[in-house]
Each structure stands twice: as structure tokens, then as C-alpha cells.
């Protein structure tokens, strides 16, 4: 595949998650009120000035809980994205430098889970955990091992039969060390850059989990969770949805644009094809 | 033109395999909606958010599932508004002067919604099967201390190990339906009662189809109608999202629904609509604590928590002002219930003293007291938690909220009441029921979710099972006192769950009984 | 090929039982007890009533046993008895399945529809603003929370305009939710549809045909359209497990009586028996499908040898 000069697009993605981090990262100085603070305000107050967004229904600042929330949407993914990646890749390059039946074993249990979509994985593993964030980022982190996996698998494979490996195996490296110290630095940049396409799928899991009120508490404001509060009032005062849900598209799209330019590169699924 | 051209096309076979699919699939659609127009449009729709789980009133506790078996079975007796106890299926009773014996005269002429006689044997057949073990009735212990039943022509009687004053009380209740022999055949169960309806189809999660009983007689002084159901034909439709299930009120898609409490003050003042609130629903909402955990053995740390609850607020604002606050551990309106004198006993909002109290136990801004507050999820009380954990952070109490399902979360507070060490937690919970004696399910040891007190309490609550009258009126009010004085309860709302519902004005004489029991025997529906 | 199709069958098998053992051990897994959370809105069941139910249900026995003859049941066909309600596992599951399929393909259908159309518009400009533009909108798609827009729809056609009903299961019931799957899932196919055609459009024939001088729809429509289709035939499947699993919270928004408003429920209510027969059922049926799609392949595709 040709290499593909960086489109408007990506830069347009860049631009905005930079956008986004910023906000996130100044959000506790930039909002005007404190997010689980009731009653600053009328409540179900339409958008207006002081109130951008809006409030809640305890008349709460909505801006301030949106501009907020992104630290804890973007803090869940950063987490369970970091952990979904190690556990992951540790198991890819296991698989990757074993012998054909363990790698066939592994290879068709990662099967089997990839064939559940991550957000049902994640659904089930925290009914049966309980509720709240640090479950829930587990739940997330653990529902993205078999993606991670399985596209780790595919790099290091790869990098199998490369003479470099095969120069430190017979000057008597250990199979540890191996992997450790020569395969993992191969194909750490394609990891990383693989970790920014499971921050969309991270943030959205995180959202639905919040939503069936599976995931971050109340009253945190996690992007989720104020839908889910605010679910019954898409009638009365839509904007409690609109803003945060606005946020998860804006911020999940940015991602989604930088990952997509670098997707086919990667995608196990396609991988296997060509 | 180009069909040969790179052998892409399907084989001859497999094309005419997938025509068939695709046929059979447009087709059944296609059909199948057809089929469920041409079908008599149902007399009413009714939306709820959740579906019965099961139609066996002899297994199970959940409010959902009993209020469609309460259409389909009947009880032995009957209670009025002033909680007075009148007949039902048995026209007469008579309690043994020791209280451990009753007898039942049950009325000629009933029959089961299968044609089959419904006698004193029937009646009998139904009490033994709901406190045999084998059954696994959760509300078997309601039934009380039954050791034995026997008949004799048109009575039956039951005999008890030990006075059971609230009998005849739980005899009235939803959780007491009589069921039919022929409802059970082997393991399986199929609903058959002698109701005011018949269970016609019922659709997991989906719809539950139930059709008038042509035969039916009502004793129920909640009904005027004396016979038969004016409506042919009810349907449930579970809608779990509140939104869509209020668009279908208002497209008239159903023409009652239960309405979320965003949205039923709109709907009570809209000229188009009528909304419905159980007076009778015997819930109450109360605060308890695990106070095995230290600081909460501290009367005076319960106290405070206690004092911190703006309970006008949860009124006002997670409720829409559609509950009131109560300040007894049972619900307002049941018998020996006393709201004056529970409010003596009990706390109130006060948070500059529960600031005091705590300061006394030696929590403040520099060593803040941290619990849990353990919830399970419900529309207002998710609201409620949130208000309820700003109050306790303004005497500077950190209460992180926890919410569950309702059955993941009696499961955990199960543990949680056992624990002795580690973090406090601090829970509310809803119970509902026709008699103070629902006191006794919950604080005797080991109690619902062993959440039991000690064995004095245990004592006065074994005393009023054996009272009656005004001396068992005064063992509940001790009761009363003991929980509230020593604030193992902070009674909160009254009703809490399920208590609302909405309908088209074209919907007439709609009811709501106790424990938000649905009476449609009065219904009527305009075209 | 019959070999490979064998092949693919007893793998297929495997995994399943695979499934079936990991879904027997889940309920030891797992912290809490079934039995409480059966009792849990029961103010009045004894721990005796408990403890009985306990013995009723096998919960007494080793977990080796238990996996055991759980796996022996399954491949009987015998799923258990949901814990609320004591109905079948696999009658319920079955009811729903037809539901939940016709959801699938119908937002398959959607998915394509969208997905195809943007795919290739984006391959034939390929780097160019079209291709950004197009990409861009596609991507959108599959930003949006699915049950935020679920929501959103509802209001809109269901409240505001009135054109589609709230609740129930004819096909008017269908286009709302087959709308939202599919405007979430045509990213992933509108993905796949460039690179493929992008592929096709560098191959020798392609250029082939050019330099024969076809005009430029004719090389389009027979050498780059139909190889095009096949080859995205394969991720279809694909598509098509995500569109099941995606379904689940979708099914609550539209009250729709699918397998996945039933996992829902059984997951919060702790109903063991009724999730562990979801896992199977939903792996059968995406397995089941995978297979299918790979024989097809095999048989539109002549050309592909590999094993």
C-alpha cells in the first residue's frame, strides 16, 4: 500500500483532539461553576448567558459538567486503553514466538471473544463486577485484550522470521529477553498508534455503560451518566442530552479521524486477506 | 449481456435457494403484520416499564408480576379503604378464640377460568402449595406458622402453630392469590384463576394478552361493577425507556401508561389526559444503616445522618411533589400507624445540630466521615441519592453513591449487613404491604438482607404477631419508637415506586388498590 | 474445497464448545449468589426457602460436575430454566432470535445502502476532496453514540412528527432502529468498500480493460463493481456480528423483543442461566453465520485456494 500524504481530515482530527485535551486539562479553572454543585441556578433552565449549556434539574451548570466530564470520559479510556494494550500485546507476542498449538489455542479463544463486539463484553463483565469507574474501566480495558491481541499478534508475526531474530537467538539471547528488548521496540510505534483507534470504541463503551447506569456514578459527570440522567427529559429540556451527546460525537469523530488514516494499516481483519 | 463474463454470478442453485429466503422473509412480515390488524384491536393497551417475571403469584415477590396475577386470581378475603376486612372468595371466616385456628366458608357456584369447580378443596390445595417448601414461595413466611389444612364440605380450616394476628390482613393482599388446581400440571405452571380476567397469551418482555371473564362475580368493596369486566380484551406492553413509552400515551398507540415523573405533572395538566396515584400502596421509604460498622453503632452518628436529610427537597424535586414525606417505619394509612407520634420519636431536618452531634462523635473538616450510600436504581430515587449525598456532604459527611440493580443490590447489602469492619455504608430501601407486620419480615434476625436488630426488638415484634386490637396498636408504636429513637431507621417517602399511572381521557373509572394493585373491573373505554 | 470446508466446520465446532465451557464456568466466576438474587425483592424468604433452592438448582455440586453436566445438557439442546419465571432458556432465545436477525439485516441493509455508495465514491477519488468529504461523513456515522441517537430519532419521528409508531413489532417498528444500526455501522462497510476497490482499481485487468478502451462506467460496473462485491461479502459477516452485539442497547431505546433486550435483563437481574444460554446462542448464531458467508465465498470465488 502507498503511503498517503496526511489529509485535511487527520490534521482536522489532530487539530481537534488537541482542542479537546487542552479543554479537559484547563477544564476546573475555564468553568464558570462547580460541576456537582445544585441549585447555581434556575432549574431546567434553557441555554443562556451564564448558562451555555443550559442546567439540570437540580440546577446544575451543565457547561461546567460537559467541560468536565471530558477528563472522566477521556481518563476512562486513557486507562483502559493503556491496560487493554499491555495485557493485550503481552499475550500477541507470547502467541506470536510459541509453538503451533498453543498459538492455534490462542488464536481461536481470541477468536471466540472477538467475536463479541467490545460493548457487550464489557456489558456483561460489569453486571457481574458491580458498577462504577473503576469497574467499568476494567470491564472496558478487558473487553479491548482481544483486538489488541490479535493485531499484536499479527506485527509480531511479522517480525518472526526477520534475520535480526534470528541473529539473537543464536547469539544466545533469552526468550525473554527476546521479546523483551528486540521484537517489543519493532512494533511499539504501531502499538501506539493502534491505542489512539481504541480510544472512539473506549469512550463510546464507557458512554453506554453509563447510560444503563452500569458505569460512573452519579453525580459525576461523566458524558454517560448525564444522558442517563437527563434521558427523560429529551421533551422537556433536550438540551441535557444534546450537549454531552454533541461531546461524544465531537470527541470520539476526532479520534475516529486520526485512527482511520492508520487503520488499514493495522486491521487484523484485513491483514489476513491481502 | 456480461453475465458470463467473470463467473461472479451466483450458481443457478444457490440463487434460487436465496429467492426463497428472501421470499419467506418478506412474506412472514409482510403476513404477520397482516394477520395482527385483521385480529379485533384490543379494548385497551396499557405500558409498563418493566414485564412480570413470572405468573406465578405462589413464586414471586415483585411488584410487576403481581399486579397482573392480582387480575387473574382472586383471594379468600377482601380488604375496604379503612382497611377494614370484608369476604372474597370465602363469604365468611371465623377466628378460634386462641388465635390458632381459622375457618372459611367458601362460596357455591365459583368456577376457574377452565370451566372446573372452584371449592373448599381447590381453596386448600392452594394454601398447601404456597407454604410447601417444595414450592419455593418467597413470601411463604407471610402465610404465617400453617401447620395444617383440612376441609369439610364448603369450609376449610387452617390451623396455626401460634396466634398470627395479621391473617386475615395478608389473606386480602396481592401476595395471596388463590390459584386454581388446574393450574398446575407436573412442574409447569399456567395461570388459572378465578379472576376478573384470563390470561390469553403472554410474550416475555413484551406483552402479556388478557381477555374478560364472562363468569366473574367480584366481592372486592375497592369495585362497584358486580360482575363481568366491561372491557374484552387487556394488553401489557412493557416499554422500558420512559420517552417512548410517553410518546405512545400521547400518539394514543396505548391508552394507559405508566408515566415518568418528568412528565406526569404535565400530563395532569393536560385536558387530554388523566393521571392516577395510589392512596393505598402501603410503600414506605426508609434509610438504614449498617450499624455493625463503626462510627455507625453510634445512635448519635445515625442521628445526625439523619438530620442532614432535606426530605421537603427529595419531595420537591427528585419526585416532582408527587410522594409526601412519612415519618414511620411503615407506610401512612396502614393500621396502628401514627404519623404524629412517629415524628416525636424520630428526627428532623436540623443540620447545624447534626454538625454538632457529629462533631461530639469527633468527626469534622479535618477528619470528615466517609460511608458509602448504597442504592439500587429507580425513577426519583436516583435523584433522590443525589440530593441526599449534597446533604450529607453539607455536615461533612463523604458519601460516595453506589447503585445497583435491584437484585444485585439486596444480594451485596446481604453481605454488607454482616460486615462488622471496613467502610460504613449507609442504604435506602422500599418495602410495601397491607399490615404493620411487614416490620416483622424485615427486623427480626436475621432480618431481610440481614438487616435484623437484636432480640429485644425481636421480642416486641414476635409480641404484636399474638396482639389484637388496641394492645397490638400500642406493641407496633413501641416498635415504632425503638427503631426511630434509636435511629436504625430514618423513614424518608411515602409511596415510591410504580404508585402513578396515566391514561386517555377516553379511559374511565380506572382504579388503583393496595400495594399499587391495578383494578380495569370498572373500566370503560370510549371509541 | 470440500476439505477446507470440513475443516472450517470442525473448527467451528470447537470454538463452540469452547463457548459452551467458558459459559458453564462464568456463573463460578463471578462474585454473589444466584439464589439471593433470585429471593431479592423478597421481604420474606427464609434462609431455609434459600438453602433448598440452593439443593434444587445443583448448586451443591463440585464446579467440574457442574461444567460438566451443563455440557452435556447443551449439546443436547437443553439450556436450563431462567431463574425469573422457570421458562426454558432456549425456547425463550429461540422466540426472540427471528427478531433480532430481521433487526440485523435490516440495519445491514441500511449499512450497506449508506456504506456501499460512500465507499466507492471515495475510492474513485481516491486523496481527493470527495474522498475526505465522504470519509468524513462516514466516520460521523460512526461516532454518535447509537442510543443517543436511538433517542433522538424517537422524539423526532415518533413525538414530534408522529410518522412512526413508539413500541411493538410490525415493520414500521423496524425502520427506526434498522436507521440507527445501520447510519452506525455504514462507516465500517463505506472502510472496507474503499480499500477494496482501491485494490481492484490497481490490479492488471483493471488497467487492462482501460487500455482496451471500455468506457469508464463499463470497467467500473463489470471489473471493479463485482469483484468488489464478493470480496466485501467476507466482512459482511463481520459487520454482521456487530450489528447483533450493537443491537443490544438499541433494542431497549425501541422496546424491541429482540436477544438482546433478553440479555440486558438477564444481566441485571443476575439471571445465570438465561446469560450463559445468550453467550451461546449469540456465538452459534454469529459462528453460523461466519460459516455460511465462508462456503459462499469459496463458491463465488473459485480463484482462492487457500486452505
Redesign the interface.
Known amino acids: 500500500m502507498t503511503r498517503?500524504?496526511v489529509?485535511?481530515?487527520v490534521m482536522l482530527g489532530i487539530g481537534m483532539v488537541a482542542l479537546i485535551l487542552i479543554l479537559a486539562a484547563v477544564a476546573p479553572w475555564l468553568a464558570p461553576f462547580d460541576p456537582?454543585r445544585?441549585a447555581v441556578g434556575p432549574?431546567l433552565a434553557a441555554p443562556q448567558a451564564g448558562f451555555w449549556f443550559g442546567t439540570d434539574?437540580?440546577g446544575r451548570d451543565l457547561f461546567s459538567r460537559v467541560l468536565c466530564g471530558a477528563r472522566l470520559s477521556i481518563g476512562i479510556g486513557f486507562v483502559a486503553i493503556t491496560i487493554g494494550l499491555v495485557l493485550g500485546g503481552v499475550i500477541g507476542v507470547l502467541a506470536a514466538f510459541s509453538g503451533r498449538w498453543v498459538q492455534a489455542l490462542v488464536l481461536?479463544?481470541l477468536?471466540?471473544l472477538y467475536?463479541?463486539?467490545d460493548?457487550?463484553i464489557a456489558?456483561?463483565l460489569v453486571?457481574?463486577?458491580?458498577?462504577?469507574l473503576s469497574n467499568a474501566t476494567i470491564a472496558i480495558a478487558i473487553s479491548l485484550i482481544p483486538f489488541y491481541a490479535r493485531v499484536t499478534f499479527g506485527l509480531a508475526a511479522v517480525e518472526r522470521p526477520k534475520p535480526y531474530v534470528e541473529a539473537a537467538r543464536l547469539a544466545g539471547v533469552s526468550h525473554s529477553r527476546l521479546l523483551a528488548v528486540h521484537v517489543l521496540p519493532n512494533i511499539s510505534q504501531t502499538l501506539i498508534v493502534m491505542g489512539t483507534l481504541g480510544f472512539?470504541s473506549a469512550i463510546?463503551s464507557a458512554?453506554?455503560l453509563s447510560?444503563?447506569?452500569l458505569g460512573v456514578?452519579?453525580?459525576a459527570p461523566e458524558w454517560?451518566a448525564i444522558?442517563a440522567?437527563g434521558?427523560?427529559?429529551?421533551?422537556?429540556a433536550?438540551w441535557i442530552?444534546l450537549c454531552p451527546?454533541l461531546a461524544?460525537?465531537?470527541t470520539?469523530?476526532s479520534f475516529?479521524?486520526i485512527g482511520?488514516s492508520w487503520?488499514?494499516l493495522v486491521d487484523p481483519?484485513?491483514r489476513g486477506?491481502? | 449481456m456480461y453475465s458470463g463474463c467473470h463467473g461472479f454470478l451466483l450458481p443457478t442453485t444457490v440463487r434460487r435457494a436465496l429467492a426463497r429466503v428472501v421470499l419467506a422473509g418478506v412474506s412472514s412480515i409482510v403476513l404477520g403484520h397482516g394477520a395482527a390488524r385483521a385480529a379485533d384491536a384490543p379494548a385497551l393497551v396499557v405500558a409498563r416499564s418493566v414485564d412480570a417475571d413470572n405468573l406465578d403469584p405462589q413464586k414471586t415477590a415483585n411488584t410487576q408480576s403481581l399486579q397482573i396475577t392480582n387480575l387473574v386470581f382472586d383471594t379468600l378475603l377482601t380488604m375496604a379503604r379503612d382497611g377494614s376486612i370484608h369476604p372474597g372468595l370465602a363469604e365468611s371466616w371465623t377466628a378460634a378464640p386462641d388465635g390458632k385456628s381459622y375457618s372459611f366458608i367458601l362460596r357455591d357456584g365459583l368456577t376457574c377460568h377452565d370451566g372446573t369447580v372452584f371449592d373448599a378443596a381447590a381453596a386448600k390445595f392452594s394454601v398447601d402449595r404456597a407454604v410447601n417448601p417444595e414450592t419455593n414461595n418467597p413470601n411463604s413466611a407471610a402465610w404465617g406458622p400453617i401447620t395444617a389444612t383440612s376441609v369439610d364440605h364448603n369450609t376449610l380450616t387452617v390451623n396455626l402453630s401460634a396466634p398470627y394476628a395479621p391473617f386475615p390482613a395478608f389473606l386480602t393482599s396481592i401476595q395471596a392469590a388463590v390459584i386454581c388446581p388446574s393450574s398446575v400440571v407436573g412442574t409447569a405452571f399456567k395461570p388459572i384463576g378465578t379472576g376478573p380476567f384470563k390470561l390469553v397469551s403472554w410474550t416475555r418482555n413484551d406483552r402479556i394478552t388478557l381477555e374478560a371473564n364472562p363468569a366473574y362475580r367480584n366481592f372486592n368493596p375497592l369495585i362497584t361493577n358486580p360482575g363481568a369486566p366491561h372491557i374484552a380484551k387487556i394488553e401489557f406492553a412493557v416499554i422500558p425507556?420512559?420517552?417512548a413509552r410517553?410518546a405512545a400515551l400521547r400518539s394514543g398507540e396505548v391508552q394507559m401508561a405508566e408515566p415518568?415523573?418528568?412528565?406526569t405533572a404535565?400530563l395532569s395538566k393536560d385536558k387530554n389526559f388523566r393521571v392516577y396515584a395510589s392512596d393505598l400502596s402501603g410503600q414506605q421509604m426508609v434509610m438504614a444503616f449498617t450499624w455493625k460498622i463503626k462510627p455507625l453503632d453510634n445512635p448519635d452518628v445515625r442521628r445526625a445522618i439523619g438530620m442532614a436529610l432535606n426530605r421537603d427537597a427529595y419531595r420537591d424535586?427528585a419526585f416532582q411533589g408527587l410522594v409526601s414525606t412519612a415519618d414511620c417505619p411503615v407506610a401512612p394509612h396502614l393500621p396502628a400507624t401514627d404519623e404524629a407520634l412517629c415524628r416525636s420519636y424520630g428526627v428532623s431536618y436540623d443540620p447545624v445540630a447534626a454538625k454538632a452531634l457529629l462533631a461530639k462523635a469527633g468527626y469534622g473538616p479535618d477528619k470528615p466521615l466517609k460511608v458509602i450510600l448504597s442504592v439500587h436504581?429507580l425513577?426519583g430515587w436516583?435523584?433522590m441519592?443525589?440530593?441526599m449525598?449534597?446533604d450529607l456532604a453539607t455536615i461533612g459527611v463523604q458519601a460516595?453513591?453506589?447503585?445497583?440493580?435491584v437484585a444485585?443490590f439486596f444480594d451485596?447489602m446481604k453481605g454488607e449487613n454482616e460486615r462488622t469492619t471496613g467502610t460504613p455504608v449507609v442504604w435506602t430501601m422500599g418495602m410495601s404491604g397491607v399490615d404493620p407486620d411487614y416490620l416483622s419480615f424485615l427486623w427480626k434476625r436475621p432480618g431481610f438482607v440481614n438487616m435484623g436488630i437484636g432480640p429485644e426488638l425481636d421480642g416486641m415484634l414476635e409480641d404484636q404477631r399474638r396482639l389484637s386490637g388496641a394492645a397490638r396498636t400500642e406493641k407496633i408504636h413501641e416498635i415504632d419508637k425503638y427503631l426511630l429513637q434509636n435511629a436504625y431507621a430514618v423513614p424518608l417517602l411515602s409511596p415510591g415506586w410504580g404508585w402513578l399511572m396515566a391514561s386517555t381521557t377516553k379511559v374511565e373509572g380506572f382504579k388503583m388498590g393496595f400495594m399499587v394493585s391495578l383494578l380495569f373491573n370498572d373500566v370503560t373505554v370510549a371509541p | 474445497m470440500l476439505g477446507a470446508i470440513a475443516r472450517r466446520l470442525a473448527?467451528s465446532a470447537?470454538?463452540l464448545i469452547?463457548?459452551i465451557i467458558?459459559a458453564g464456568l462464568l456463573i463460578h466466576?463471578?462474585?454473589?449468589d444466584p439464589v439471593t438474587a433470585m429471593m431479592a425483592q423478597s421481604v420474606t424468604a427464609t434462609p431455609e426457602v434459600m438453602a433448598e433452592m440452593r439443593r434444587h438448582l445443583g448448586l451443591d455440586l463440585p464446579v467440574w460436575q457442574q461444567v460438566g453436566l451443563y455440557l452435556f445438557h447443551v449439546v443436547q439442546g437443553d439450556l436450563g430454566l431462567t431463574i425469573r419465571g422457570n421458562e426454558p432458556v432456549l425456547t425463550l432465545l429461540i422466540q426472540r432470535l427471528p427478531n433480532t436477525f430481521m433487526l440485523a439485516v435490516s440495519g445491514l441493509g441500511v449499512a450497506l445502502a449508506i456504506g456501499l455508495p460512500l465507499g466507492f465514491v471515495a475510492a474513485l477519488n481516491r486523496?481527493g476532496l470527495g474522498?475526505?468529504v465522504v470519509?468524513?461523513i462516514a466516520?460521523?456515522g460512526?461516532?454518535?453514540?447509537s442510543?443517543?441517537l436511538g433517542?433522538?430519532l424517537l422524539?423526532v419521528f415518533s413525538?414530534d412528527l408522529g410518522w412512526l409508531p413508539v413500541a411493538g413489532s410490525g415493520w414500521r417498528n423496524m425502520i427506526l432502529p434498522a436507521l440507527t444500526l445501520g447510519v452506525t455501522y455504514s462507516?465500517l462497510v463505506a472502510?472496507m468498500t474503499r480499500?477494496t476497490v482501491i485494490?481492484i482499481l490497481g490490479e492488471d485487468y483493471v488497467r487492462t480493460a482501460r487500455a482496451r478502451g471500455l468506457r469508464e462506467w463499463q470497467v467500473l460496473s463489470i471489473h471493479v463493481l463485482r469483484p468488489a462485491l464478493i470480496?466485501i461479502v467476507?466482512?459482511v459477516g463481520?459487520v454482521f456480528?456487530?450489528l447483533?452485539?450493537?443491537q443490544?442497547?438499541i433494542e431497549n431505546v425501541f422496546s424491541w423483543n429482540g436477544i438482546g433486550r433478553l440479555a440486558?435483563q438477564a444481566?441485571?437481574q443476575?439471571d445465570y442461566p438465561l446469560?450463559q444460554g445468550f453467550?451461546i446462542v449469540?456465538?452459534s448464531s454469529?459462528?453460523l453465520v461466519?460459516v455460511v458467508l465462508d462456503i459462499l465465498y469459496r463458491i463465488l470465488d473459485p480463484r482462492l485456494s487457500r486452505p
Open positions: 498517503r500524504r489529509s485535511w481530515t456537582l445544585m432549574r434539574e437540580f481461536r479463544a477468536d471466540v467475536s463479541f463486539p460493548t457487550l456489558l456483561a453486571a457481574f463486577l458491580g458498577p462504577g472512539s463510546l458512554a453506554g447510560f444503563l447506569g456514578q452519579p453525580p454517560g444522558l440522567g434521558r427523560n427529559y429529551l421533551t422537556k433536550p442530552l451527546g461524544i460525537c465531537l470520539v469523530l475516529n479521524l482511520d487503520r488499514d481483519r484485513r486477506r491481502s | 425507556e420512559a420517552v410517553m415518568s415523573l418528568e412528565e404535565d424535586i436504581k425513577p436516583d435523584e441519592h443525589q440530593i449525598q449534597q460516595d453513591i453506589e447503585t445497583r440493580e444485585a451485596h | 473448527a470447537a470454538t469452547a463457548v467458558l466466576i463471578v462474585p454473589g486523496n474522498d475526505s470519509m468524513l466516520v460521523l460512526v461516532s454518535i453514540p442510543f443517543w433517542l433522538v422524539q413525538l462507516a472502510r480499500s485494490e470480496n467476507t466482512v463481520l456480528a456487530y447483533m452485539g450493537g443490544v442497547i440486558i444481566m441485571l443476575r446469560i453467550i449469540f456465538a454469529v459462528v461466519s
